[in-house]
């Protein structure tokens, strides 16, 4: 089953009920939320057990691990990234 969510990522993780297997960030560029966005998915238990982030994200904004997350593998196509995340 997928469940698939349009809108203000902060406001969404808040009302759904997860946990999810795989779950897909696209944050506006240079805005900083990837954190913000990280500890909500924490915060209420949205990630499965051995579930993945996926965040697109420009070559500014090269991520590394979150606290609680760390980088699984990241891929770059053209000026965009492409990351990994897992559960520590």
């Known amino acids: ?7 203000d990522a902060i406001s969404l993780l808040k009302t759904v009920n997860g ?14 939320l990837y954190k ?9 238990h ?6 993945i982030i996926v965040v697109e994200s420009d070559f500014f904004d090269v991520l590394d691990g979150f606290n609680g997350l760390f980088k699984v593998k990241q891929k770059k196509y053209g000026n965009i990234y492409v990351t990994y995340f897992k559960e520590n």
């Open 46 to 51: 949205l990630l499965a057990e051995n579930g």
């Open 1 to 7: 089953m997928a469940i698939i969510k349009k809108g």
């Open 36 to 44: 913000e966005i990280a500890e909500i998915i924490l915060k209420y």
């Open 19 to 32: 946990p999810f297997d795989i779950i897909f960030l696209d944050p506006p560029y240079k805005s900083l």
